[in-house]
């Protein structure tokens, strides 16, 4: 099973390797750069799995470049702020 292939393995996953950077000296500002241009890679590489990957590359489809580094942060906001990881 892929990691796309559940949102919660996916958000798992992108918490921990947010938390591996922070915890390797790495800015905030650094790491919303390398979660954009995995959100772009992902939006032309890779088809959506379930509903919220569907709503995060429709989202990501219609925003501007700034709205696109806002979408990357309140993503990486999202995953190391969840209090309950449930990897599934």
């Given at each position: 099973?892929?990691?796309?292939?559940?949102?919660n393995?996916?958000?798992?996953?992108?918490?921990?390797?947010?938390?591996q950077?922070?915890?390797?000296?790495?800015?905030?500002?650094?790491?919303t750069?390398?979660a954009?241009?995995i959100?772009?890679?992902?939006?032309?590489?890779?088809?959506?799995?379930?509903d919220?990957?569907r709503?995060?590359?429709?989202l990501?489809?219609v925003a501007?470049e700034p709205?696109r580094?806002?979408?990357?942060?309140?993503m990486?906001k999202?995953?190391t702020?969840?209090?309950v990881?449930s990897?599934?």
């Amino acid at each position: 099973m892929s990691i796309f292939d559940n949102w919660n393995r996916w958000k798992d996953f992108l918490g921990d390797r947010v938390e591996q950077a922070e915890n390797l000296g790495m800015s905030e500002d650094t790491i919303t750069s390398f979660a954009k241009k995995i959100g772009d890679y992902l939006s032309e590489n890779v088809d959506p799995k379930n509903d919220q990957d569907r709503v995060l590359k429709d989202l990501w489809s219609v925003a501007a470049e700034p709205e696109r580094l806002v979408l990357a942060r309140l993503m990486m906001k999202m995953v190391t702020s969840d209090p309950v990881k449930s990897s599934q």
